[in-house]
């Protein structure tokens, strides 16, 4: 019987208690009779994969799984789904297991990025874990003949009014969840919440702060070897000798490999294997070629590369006309996504099977990507997320994960764990692009904003794999794999254009996307995308403007933004920073404020800022910031602060420090000392985090929505105290400096 | 083969001299706290106590620990009965990735070891070798401070045991 067991759970439903089993043929077929009207799809990630088994399966001795497509990387995602799922089943937070990404097991739910982890996931769990309890409900009232609303649940268990008690594990059937999810579910009322909104210490941290085995660097299968790669000295250059001999007879040495450009060395223990990584480095020969741009003129460097032009926003009231003018240009350099733990994979071929575990954000595109390279059946290949340290974007995890099968290839049966070195992160990771935005706007008589010119010049802020050829293994190897096209990723999300359109209402606006094709360095997606430099620029741009028409920045935000949700952001962050209009900071100190909603889709953040400016030397401190937050229905409260609070401190460490350098070859900020980042002298005295809930609304998504806000908010406090506008990214002390003096 | 004295339990090691301890403590021992962060001594997430004092694993070969005592995260207490240091980083929800988390403890542990009364900016200081990425640093002072709260709320009970004896 080729026909899959499905309950017609239209009749349950609207049966009054009647569970009905009945055998129907697969999809195609079943799907047939709604053909005429295509019924309304269940939301978040439900909608592509609608099976409610995919994303909870209860046992008979009770014990559920919970089953995401969507990775930890530190952001919380393990606590906040399995609260989730916790509240709508009626099941202690504690009892739940929960599966993250792994090709074999979960659902197909693309990456993990762009804040939409909530969105996609925790909305298909939350409405799965809902339809699951009804499900069970109505088997109860089958059971027990009893109308379901006359049945409650509590702690796994579904209690008539007489007290008879059964247990989830009882309940259900073998095939019983395996029924496509509906539209609409019968969600539990926010204010009845007991697991939701709570602020449930994070599950991964025990492990994380006694030793346990918490990320990929810590798994240790049987026999396991370790592997390191010798990159090339700088983008495309050739492997033209290399004397591997003397390599392999260095003590541990199991294989050296050659492929290409690609090269690698195996030992059996790991500093055996750095060691040999170092002679086969000296033994390597490369012919390089410099093709890097100026990287101090990277604002010439972009604009006069090709680009692809659109007008991706305009609108036009001829009765607003401008009376004062001014024009200002921004730029952002390329940054590192700076893991603090350099990206590691392990990988392993057995009986034609390759199974890869990688902290990658994307286990099904990257086993697609990996595939290709290998040249297998997508089936042969299994990718499991195991965390790494934290990623912020694309950085090397799926090279690694691809070095790894590229070498375990060469070694089957082994377990091959392959560790990046810090210098191979730094130099070889894509990098966030740089950007440049050019903002002109005029005002009218009465001081408000008449019209509104925003043109941004960028990179694709993502090659993430889909295809082999974005990764830097099938780039290198013998039969190379070309890096494919690139492409903008679409609006409403946007990629260098992310944020571009102002949330503002302005009478005449106009938004020009200048999207650059060629990448001469290495670029994908970094933490928030292009929203970090046009929310830089924009909320830097409001300030100006508003200095221009003598406003007070708050008030002049608010006078041109209708959102009321915006508004209440705005206002919240204001409060807890007690700004007040035409308040002036201590001496050598400034305040500074930006607001924006992530996406002009996800949360909204609005952030205030004490900056203090040494004017000797030009050093800037963050002294205190103050944040406001949306995320619409919050789930845990504590995680989301947590987020917020770490937007603020790394998008500063963006802000004031970092700059990838290279020379007209290769990438020469490849370490901390190179490549400085935020340390704790300049962590600022306080900061504070006010979560406006917004009980029963959709999970908005987070992890983002603070870059933006916190670099203009820094840059606005660091103008307020010295009366000088920087727009060149980073904010550093001797551009405050050279500022102060010029 | 070399003597090691690690988290009070001594291990001979099957390594060469030049290893750092960071490789012997991971690869030959299986401890998972001290983290490989860039082999170069520039971000403490390899951080380790050597005879009470923070070192950062990823640069100090085997050789100079003959006769020391290493201290490991693991060697400061268990899930079941997490030391002051691991209940305050709990308590507090001090990670975010966590994976600077290990080296953050072990170099806060030795100080308050050698001061227990720190203050903020002594705090500060003394973390300025180590990195984190995630911005998690308001919340690792937070944890801290409270590390030292708990230690000398321990210290001072096990006082009040003995004179009650």
């Known amino acids: 019987m080729n026909g899959s067991v499905i309950l017609d759970r239209r009749r349950v439903l609207a049966g009054g208690g009647a569970l009905i089993v009945s055998f129907s043929l697969p999809d195609a077929f079943a799907q047939e009779p709604q053909a005429q009207t295509p019924a309304p799809k269940p939301p978040g990630s439900l909608a592509k994969t609608p099976y409610l088994d995919s994303w909870i399966r209860v046992d008979a001795d009770g014990t559920i799984t919970v089953f995401t497509g969507k990775a930890e990387i530190g952001q919380g995602v393990r606590t906040a789904i399995q609260q989730i799922a916790a509240e709508e089943l009626d099941v202690p937070f504690a009892s739940l297991k929960l599966v993250t990404a792994d090709t074999s097991r979960t659902a197909n739910e693309g990456y993990t990025s762009g804040s939409n982890s909530m969105k996609d996931s925790g909305t298909a769990i939350q409405n799965a874990a809902a339809q699951v309890r009804e499900l069970l409900i109505a088997e109860a009232a089958r059971r027990l003949n009893v109308e379901t609303e006359n049945l409650k649940t509590e702690n796994g268990v579904v209690i008539a009014p007489d007290g008879r008690r059964l247990a989830y594990g009882d309940l259900v059937a073998s095939e019983m969840l395996h029924v496509q999810a509906q539209a609409k579910s019968k969600l539990k009322d926010p204010a009845t919440y007991k697991v939701m909104g709570q602020a449930v210490p994070r599950v991964d941290i025990p492990a994380k702060v006694t030793g346990g085995a918490a990320y990929i660097q810590d798994m240790r299968l049987p026999g396991m070897m370790h592997a390191r790669v010798v990159r090339p000295p700088s983008y495309g250059a050739e492997l033209i000798e290399c004397d591997v001999a003397a390599v392999e007879k260095l003590p541990g040495v199991v294989k050296v490999i050659r492929n290409g450009n690609f090269l690698a060395v195996v030992a059996a223990k790991e500093f055996q294997a750095i060691k040999a990584m170092g002679a086969l480095s000296a033994a390597a020969k490369w012919r390089e070629k410099p093709g890097l741009p100026k990287q101090d003129d990277l604002l010439a460097v972009l604009t006069s590369l090709p680009s692809q032009d659109s007008t991706i926003f305009e609108h036009n009231d001829p009765s607003a006309t401008g009376q004062k003018t001014i024009e200002a240009t921004y730029t952002r350099p390329y940054q590192s996504h700076g893991s603090i733990g350099p990206s590691c994979a392990i990988a392993q071929l057995v009986d034609n099977a390759m199974t890869v575990w990688t902290h990658t954000q994307g286990v099904f595109p990257d086993r697609a990507g990996i595939a290709e390279m290998l040249r297998m059946p997508a089936e042969s290949v299994r990718l499991i997320h195991v965390e790494g340290s934290g990623c912020y974007g694309h950085n090397g995890a799926d090279d690694a994960a691809a070095d790894a099968a590229l070498i375990a290839r060469e070694l089957p049966g082994a377990a091959v764990r392959l560790q990046w070195m810090r210098e191979q992160e730094h130099g070889w990771e894509p990098f966030g692009p740089a950007m440049v935005t050019r903002l002109k706007a005029s005002l009218d008589a009465s001081g408000m904003i008449a019209a509104w010119n925003f043109e941004v010049w960028s990179n694709t802020h993502s090659m993430r794999p889909g295809g082999a050829g974005s990764m830097l293994a099938a780039q290198h190897m013998a039969q190379p794999i070309a890096v494919p096209p690139p492409k903008p990723i679409p609006l409403p999300e946007g990629g260098g254009d992310r944020n571009a359109i102002p949330i503002y209402k302005f009478p005449n606006a106009q938004v020009v996307h200048h999207f650059i094709p060629a990448m001469p360095v290495r670029v994908s997606a970094m933490r928030a995308l292009g929203a970090y430099h046009n929310v830089f620029s924009i909320e830097s741009f409001m300030d100006e403007l508003a200095k221009l028409a003598g406003a007070d920045p708050v008030e002049f935000r608010l006078k041109h933004l209708d959102d009321p949700r915006g508004r209440d952001v705005i206002e919240k962050a204001a409060q807890g920073f007690r700004w007040q209009k035409g308040q002036k900071a201590p001496a050598d100190r400034g305040f500074g404020f930006a607001f924006a909603r992530y996406k002009n889709l996800a949360a909204y953040c609005a952030i205030a800022s004490e900056v203090e400016v040494n004017r000797e030397t030009g050093r800037p401190r963050l002294v205190r910031a103050i944040a406001a937050v949306d995320s619409g229905q919050v789930v845990n409260p504590d995680g989301l602060i947590n987020q917020i609070e770490g937007a603020i401190l790394q998008s500063m460490s963006w802000t004031l420090y970092e700059a990838v350098t290279f020379d007209d070859t290769k990438i020469t900020s490849i370490d901390w000392q190179t490549y400085p980042i935020l340390r704790f002298d300049a962590v600022p005295e306080k900061i504070e985090v006010h979560v406006i809930n917004r009980p029963g609304l959709p999970f908005l998504g987070s992890g983002e929505t603070g870059q933006g806000p916190a670099a203009a908010s820094i840059a606005n406090a660091i103008a307020n105290a010295t009366g000088k506008r920087l727009r060149d990214l980073p904010l550093t002390r001797k551009r405050i400096k050279d500022a102060i003096d010029a | ?165």
């Open chain 2, 1 to 165: 083969m070399m003597s090691l004295k690690v988290n009070g339990r001594d291990h001979q090691v099957d390594a060469d001299p030049d290893t750092p301890l960071l490789y012997v403590l991971r690869d030959e021992l299986k401890l998972n706290a001290a983290k490989f962060g860039c082999g170069l001594g520039q971000c403490g997430s390899c951080t380790v106590m050597v005879d009470g004092k923070a070192v950062l694993s990823c640069v100090t070969p085997l050789l100079l620990l003959e006769g020391r005592q290493v201290t490991t995260l693991e060697g400061l207490g268990t899930l079941d009965a997490p030391a002051p240091i691991q209940r305050a980083f709990m308590e507090e929800q001090a990670a975010q990735c966590g994976y600077c988390i290990a080296g953050m403890m072990m170099r806060a542990q030795a100080l308050l070891q050698k001061n227990p009364k720190p203050t903020d900016e002594q705090i500060r200081a003394e973390l300025q070798p180590n990195l984190c990425r995630c911005g998690t640093h308001m919340r690792i002072l937070r944890a801290v401070h409270r590390a030292a709260r708990l230690m000398d709320a321990a210290a001072l009970s096990s006082t009040t045991r003995g004179s009650a004896r």
